[in-house]
C-alpha cells in the first residue's frame, strides 16, 4: 500500500521561508510524479510542484515560480519543496500527491498546515 508521509508545516512571517518534505514507500514502479498540491476554504486544490522521478522533470504553478523549488532525496523517494518569499496568499493545507504511470490511483498524503502572517 502507497503511503505518504508529510512534514509538519508551520507559521511563519511573510517573506519568510519553510521546506516541506514527503515520504513514499509501499510502491514498486520506478516512473512516478511526486509533488504537493493546496487547497484553501471554500477553493478548490490547486497543483503547486512536482517532480518526475524517471528524469527529474519540474513543474510550478505561476503563482510560485521563482519562489519554490522542488527536489528529490538521495533515496528519490522523499521529496522536498522549498517555499521561499512567502506570502500571506501562500496560506493553505498542503498536500503531498503522487501519480504512478500504469496506476490509475492518485495518492495522497494527509495536509500540513502552512501558515504565513502579514
Known amino acids: 500500500e502507497v503511503q505518504l508521509v508529510e512534514s509538519v508545516g508551520g507559521v511563519v512571517q511573510a517573506g519568510g521561508s519553510l521546506r516541506l518534505s514527503c515520504a513514499a514507500s509501499?510502491?514498486?514502479?520506478?516512473?512516478?510524479?511526486i509533488g504537493w498540491f493546496r487547497q484553501v476554504p471554500g477553493k478548490e486544490r490547486e497543483g503547486v510542484s512536482c517532480?518526475?522521478?524517471?528524469?527529474?522533470?519540474?513543474y510550478y504553478a505561476d503563482s510560485v515560480k521563482g519562489r519554490f523549488t522542488i527536489s528529490a532525496g538521495d533515496a528519490r523517494n522523499t521529496v522536498y519543496l522549498q517555499m521561499n518569499s512567502l506570502k500571506p496568499q501562500d496560506t493553505a493545507v498542503y498536500y503531498c500527491n503522487a501519480r504512478f504511470y500504469g496506476d490509475t490511483n492518485t495518492y495522497w498524503g494527509p495536509g500540513s498546515q502552512v501558515t504565513v502572517s502579514s
Open positions: 517532480i518526475r522521478s524517471n528524469d527529474g522533470s519540474t
Open positions: 509501499g510502491f514498486t514502479r520506478d516512473d512516478y510524479n
